[in-house]
């Protein structure tokens, strides 16, 4: 059996109010860990698609999407092998930092400063969860005020 | 025609011909019982407490099958009702409960006998509503019904807002049900049915494991017709009893924590598990890593989670016991020969002669279990038969001799004290033909006493059996075992007259010292046929084995306590 290992699961659940509780409630109570949660509605659907990011053996992550499963208003649970994941992040700099070294940096992760104010400007990129710790540890030493991370999404590939 | 959320409710009963609902009144679900109230469909049966209202449906479920229903009110009315709730969620019990809920315009504001109702069910229902509108309603009470029933069973919660049963809309109920997202499989896969019949071919000595699932799915007979066709003996869970019918020399005995020594032994000494409707709970299996650790696992079950959760199936097949069992048993009557089995039927024997399930009577006193083999012999399949939880719940798993399924009838999963006098009701409701015995301890009967009231007032004679050891029997019996002896807060010396109790309520009491006032007192109260309490002075310290302690193994059985 396999150890704790990052998966990334996909759940699509119709659009009802209290759909979202079902899922987290499932997680607590059955002692399953979230990483990360995002979810958006399905473009021109009833559905809306969850990503969670979760960690567990391979017997846990059969166990979560089959108990996911059984709530009735889960259609599909697929665990991503082969994926396109990718997560946005904004950070906040004082203005007073090197700015044009915060933009090259920003650049070589898929993104640019996007707002600008008197004291601070807005940086968002967005790469791979793993490129992003690795950005957010080199940005370091430009004081970032605040760090927003999005959680991932993902596709199949 | 726009009819009210209230009506809507009474309609939704009668198009799914409920014929009784058990409940209990209040504020924010006044208007649904105001309709009860006009309504001649069906029966409504006031119980004294909203936890044995739900219990009822309960019990009234296990023995129909159908679906049972309970009505309560917002706040304390559905609180009280939710040990129900998680006991039918436990075990699988197809059931539906509507409770009242504040206004619409008050949800949110703690208002008066206010509580997130759907909030707490969730993690205690199959599936939960909250109707916000009227226009829902016929589509949530028919969803309701078919969402309970089908699939692995479980309770459905609905919480209606006091407006929205005012509310008038349309009631059309013709509409069928469709949920996407919601298609149990129920017919197993071919491929799988046949290799796991290879492996039955194959093995040399399969052992069926029973579990509850086969009674929900209406195949005891047919799980008896497939043992007997291929020769192959089984075990029962705590919850199958009454699959193999008490006399079937196939029928090893239950196994698990206290299952007999041959059933443990058959499951460990096994090379192939051909489980049915069973979910390898830690009840039954012991120590993981050492159960039926030699075998293959066939595991059929209608709730995939169920399979390979705690053990891992080699043939592992989802679906409905029933229909797998057409596709299987064909298959296997063709390729099985019961004669191989022979010396692993008398290995069975053995383990049974070495260690029978036994008692002694050793002292003065009755002992429990004497209690339990002596309402079998006089009544056997007359009798349907509930539970409360503890001790005399495992010496009734262990010696009734149950001949039927949905003859048993005890909270399995959950263990809720207090389940067993409500339960019995609400099977005497459905099948008052048969004398309905509630074997009970003198601890679990205090936590629903209340429902002799109801049983005086419905004309439900229930049969109470207190085994009274003055304690909490069983976690006397833990104290007793793994705690040296420190018998804290268990001792129940203290006890009410139980005989004057139940006849305070208008009901009959018998207080019994020996064996031929039991006999007395059974005949009376059966002739009286009205509610009893039998309160039965039994052997104090006598204690439930033989016993896997907790995370032990089957094969290594405490089968007696000796004095140290």
Same mark, same amino acid.
């Given at each position: ?13 119709? $659009? ?30 009833? !559905? ?60 070589? !992760? $898929?993104?640019?400063?996007? $707002? ?42 | ?147 309970? =029933? ?84 089984? %075990? ?299 309160? %039965?002075?039994?052997? =104090? ?24």
């Amino acid at each position: 059996m396999s150890g704790n290992v990052r998966r990334v699961v996909s759940v699509i659940v119709y $659009n009802e109010s209290s759909t979202l509780s079902r899922i987290t409630d499932l997680f607590s109570a059955r002692g399953y860990n979230i990483v990360s949660l995002t979810v958006a509605p399905i473009p021109e659907s009833k !559905y809306s698609r969850l990503t969670i990011v979760t960690s567990g053996s391979s017997r846990v992550i059969e166990q979560i999407i089959k108990q996911l499963h059984k709530l009735i208003p889960v259609l599909k649970v697929y665990e991503h092998e082969d994926l396109v994941e990718k997560e946005m992040t904004l950070i906040k700099f004082p203005i007073t930092e090197n700015i044009s070294d915060i933009d090259t940096l920003c650049q070589a !992760y $898929n993104g640019k400063i996007v $707002n600008a104010g008197p004291d601070m400007v807005i940086a968002m990129v967005a790469d791979e969860p793993k490129r992003i710790d690795h950005f957010l540890e080199a940005i370091k030493r430009f004081h970032p005020k605040e760090i927003v991370r999005s959680g991932a999404v993902a596709l199949e590939r | 025609m726009q009819i009210s959320g209230a009506q809507m409710v009474i309609e939704a009963m009668i198009a799914e011909e409920v014929t009784v609902v058990f409940g209990y009144p209040g504020g924010a679900i006044m208007n649904v019982y105001d309709e009860i109230y006009k309504q001649d469909s069906f029966k409504h049966i006031l119980t004294r407490h909203e936890q044995a209202a739900v219990h009822a449906a309960e019990g009234y479920a296990q023995r129909t099958g159908k679906v049972g229903v309970a009505m309560i009110t917002s706040g304390p009315g559905f609180t009280n009702g939710v040990t129900g709730l998680a006991d039918a969620y436990m075990d699988s019990i197809p059931i539906i409960v509507i409770s009242g809920q504040v206004p619409m315009s008050l949800i949110g504001t703690d208002a008066f006998q206010e509580i997130d109702a759907v909030g707490i069910s969730r993690s205690c229902t199959k599936h939960n509503y909250l109707v916000t509108d009227a226009a829902d309603l016929p589509r949530v009470l028919k969803e309701a019904f078919h969402i309970a =029933r089908t699939g692995r069973p479980g309770p459905v919660h609905i919480d209606i807002p006091k407006d929205v049963t005012a509310q008038l809309a349309e009631f059309d109920y013709s509409a069928p049900v469709v949920l996407e997202t919601y298609k149990p499989t129920t017919k197993g896969n071919t491929r799988q049915i046949k290799k796991a019949v290879e492996a039955i071919a194959a093995a040399k000595r399969p052992l069926f494991y029973l579990g509850g699932g086969i009674i929900s799915a209406e195949a005891a007979y047919d799980v008896r017709e497939f043992a007997k066709s291929c020769g192959i003996p089984a %075990v029962e869970t705590f919850r199958a009893r009454g699959t193999m019918g008490a006399d079937n020399p196939l029928l090893i005995s239950m196994l698990g924590m206290h299952g007999s020594y041959a059933a443990n032994m058959a499951m460990s000494e096994t090379d192939l598990v051909i489980a049915l409707g069973a979910r390898f709970d830690d009840r039954v299996t012991g120590k993981l890593s050492e159960f039926a650790k030699g075998a293959d696992i066939i595991h059929v079950d209608i709730d995939p989670a169920s399979i390979s959760k705690l053990v891992n199936a080699d043939y592992p097949i989802v679906g409905d016991i029933k229909k797998v069992l057409e596709v299987m048993m064909p298959l296997a009557k063709e390729k099985v020969d019961p004669e191989k089995y022979t010396p692993w039927l008398e290995t069975i024997e053995n383990f049974e002669k070495l260690h029978p399930l036994s008692y002694r009577e050793d002292t003065d006193n009755i002992k429990p279990q004497w209690v339990i083999e002596r309402v079998g012999e006089l009544l056997g399949d007359d009798a349907n038969i509930t539970t409360d939880v503890g001790q005399h719940q495992m010496w009734t798993a262990q010696f009734y001799p149950f001949s039927r399924p949905r003859q048993w009838n005890s909270s399995g999963g959950l263990g809720t004290m207090g389940y067993g006098f409500p339960a019995a009701l609400g099977v005497k409701a459905a099948d008052p033909e048969r004398v309905s015995i509630n074997i009970t301890g003198d601890g679990s009967i205090l936590m629903n006493i209340q429902e002799l009231m109801t049983a005086v007032e419905q004309k439900l004679p229930v049969i109470n059996i207190i085994l009274n050891n003055n304690y909490l029997g069983m976690v006397r019996q833990w104290q007793t075992l793994f705690y040296d002896k420190r018998h804290s807060e268990t001792d129940l010396s203290v006890q009410p007259d139980f005989v004057m109790l139940s006849q305070s309520f208008g009901g009959a009491g018998y207080r019994v010292k020996t064996k031929e006032e039991f006999d007395a007192a059974l005949k009376d109260a059966i002739e009286k046929n009205v509610v009893t309490i039998i309160d %039965v002075a039994v052997e =104090r310290m006598e204690n439930v084995m033989p016993m896997v302690p907790s995370g032990g193994s089957l094969f290594n059985m405490m089968l007696e306590y000796k004095e140290k």
